[in-house]
T-cell receptor, first 116, second 112 residues
């Protein structure tokens, strides 16, 4: 049973546009929602993360929007650049606040291509 | 500072052989994780270490898979009697308590 559903599978955006990737989760015990960026041949790198006590978090051009009642969260990349072309993974865990393991459940990824 | 390192970066083996994959976490990171990434798939959790103990090994797909961590640092993931379905990128990550995971570059395993 997939606990974190991610869409779309792939996305093409024009330079300067807004990229939006969506995720939905099932486990209401999740309390930590990060997004990871992965370039070919590299490991995933933490991009931005949110806790369920806030509805939005912004870091530079990257924003997470979180809807606890709908059990959904999304990543918005403003002013998308060709260098943003990568695979993006959403994830969720329920260990971060208890001091225990931060076992992440990942979505299946979105391949983003930003065209000139 | 140095990030998580993994070796080898690539491993090609024949079906039925045993393989060992190594992970060197960031110094001082108490938590260590192994994930598996198959082509076009998300990351699949394998095992989590806190110090040298593994409180969660629920993701290990079969008893052919095992892992250990020594000295609260280096970890080795061992796959015995490899099968073609074991082909994937094996990713290691480390973290401090209550912090995000820092992933290594992965080991690409190909089982012929």
């Amino acid at each position: 049973q997939q606990q974190v559903k991610q869409s779309p599978q792939s996305l093409i955006v024009q330079k300067g546009g807004i990229s939006i990737i969506n995720c939905a989760y099932e486990n209401t015990a999740f309390d930590y929602f990060p997004w990871y960026q992965q370039f070919p041949g590299k490991g995933p790198a933490l991009l931005i993360a949110i806790r369920p006590d806030v509805s939005e978090k912004k870091e530079g051009r990257f924003t997470i929007s979180f809807n606890k009642s709908a059990k959904q969260f999304s990543l918005h990349i403003m002013d998308s650049q060709p260098g943003d072309s990568a695979t993006y993974f959403c994830a969720a865990s329920n260990g971060i606040l208890t001091g225990g393991g931060n076992k992440l459940t990942f979505g299946t990824g979105t391949q983003l291509k930003v065209e000139l | 500072g140095a990030g998580v390192s993994q070796s080898p970066s690539n491993k090609v083996t024949e079906k039925g052989k045993d393989v060992e994959l190594r992970c060197d976490p960031i110094s001082g990171h108490t938590a260590l994780y192994w994930y598996r990434q198959s082509l076009g798939q998300g990351l699949e959790f394998l095992i989590y270490f806190q110090g040298n103990s593994a409180p969660d090994k629920s993701g290990l797909p079969s008893d052919r898979f095992s892992a250990e961590r020594t000295g609260g640092s280096v970890s080795t993931l061992t796959i015995q009697r490899t099968q073609q379905e074991d082909s994937a990128v094996y990713l290691c990550a480390s973290s401090l308590a209550r912090k995000g995971l820092n992933f290594g570059p992965g080991t690409r395993l190909t089982v012929l």
